[in-house]
């Protein structure tokens, strides 16, 4: 089976050479669109991403921001020997997302031992969680 004839044309090859079909090969007269070499960010689907950045007061990074819990706020609510990880802060209702980065800092007292596990630590809270007989892993 073929298409009827004269039902299909051959594809026009333009932009090569004037000998082929024209000067302007199917870009128009002037403009920035009938140069070459433009238009990155349009072609590239960066347009958007360059439409939806803040310009104005600064920059809000996408980026999500690293949630904090302090030293006395674990001993509140954790038992001696339990691992403290994101997750188990965001089961007990200390941080809001158990994916998210999370630093502990040294405000307030610790008279348990935990270990801390996938959390940033400040150098001290690493001090007091050591001296209070816990550890910090990586």
Excluded: W, Y
Aim: a positive charge.
């Amino acid at each position: 089976m073929r298409p009827a004839k004269g039902a299909t044309k051959d594809k026009k090859r333009v932009g090569r050479g004037l000998g082929s079909k024209g000067t302007t090969a199917g870009r128009g007269q002037k403009g920035q669109t009938s140069r070459s070499g433009v238009g990155g960010l349009k072609r590239l689907g960066m347009r958007h991403t360059l439409l939806a950045t803040p310009k104005v007061r600064g920059f809000n990074s996408l980026e999500k921001k690293v949630q904090i819990v302090s030293v006395g706020d674990l001993s509140k609510r954790f038992i001696a020997n339990e691992v403290v990880t994101p997750r188990t802060l965001a089961k007990k209702g200390m941080v809001k997302d158990g994916g998210a980065k999370v630093k502990v800092l040294s405000e307030g007292d610790l008279t348990v031992a935990v270990t801390v596990k996938n959390c940033l630590v400040s150098a001290g809270a690493a001090e007091k969680i050591a001296k209070a007989g816990g550890k910090v892993e990586a």
